[in-house]
C-alpha cells in the first residue's frame, strides 16, 4: 500500500462521516417560537399575526435547511464513494 491509497482510503472515511453529519442535520428541524406570556393584555391582534408569521418564516427556513443538507449529505457520500474508487484504482 502506498502513501495516497492511504490518504485516498482516510478521505474516503472523512466523507462518509461528513454525509451522516449532515443527513443527521436535515432531520434536527429548529424549534417553533413560543410566547411565554405574562398577562393576558400583551394578548392582541397584532402580536398573534407576527407569531403567524414568524412560525411560518421558521417553517419554511426548516424546509430550506433539509433540502440543502441533504443534497450536501448527497455530494459527501459520491466524493466518499469517489475516494473509495480511486484508492483502489491506486492500491493495483
Known amino acids: 500500500m502506498t502513501f495516497t491509497t492511504v490518504a485516498w482510503f482516510l478521505a474516503a472515511l472523512s466523507f462518509f462521516s461528513f454525509s451522516v453529519l449532515f443527513w443527521r ?27 403567524l408569521d414568524f412560525e411560518g418564516y421558521l417553517q419554511s427556513i426548516n424546509t430550506r435547511n433539509k433540502v440543502r443538507y441533504r443534497i450536501a449529505s448527497g455530494g459527501f457520500l459520491v466524493a466518499g464513494v469517489a475516494s473509495v474508487l480511486l484508492s483502489l484504482a491506486l492500491s493495483f
Not at 32 to 48: A, C, H, I, P, V
Open 25 to 51: 442535520f436535515g432531520n434536527e428541524p429548529i424549534r417553533l417560537f413560543t410566547f411565554r406570556q405574562r398577562n393576558e393584555t400583551m394578548k392582541d391582534g397584532l402580536l398573534e399575526g407576527f407569531m
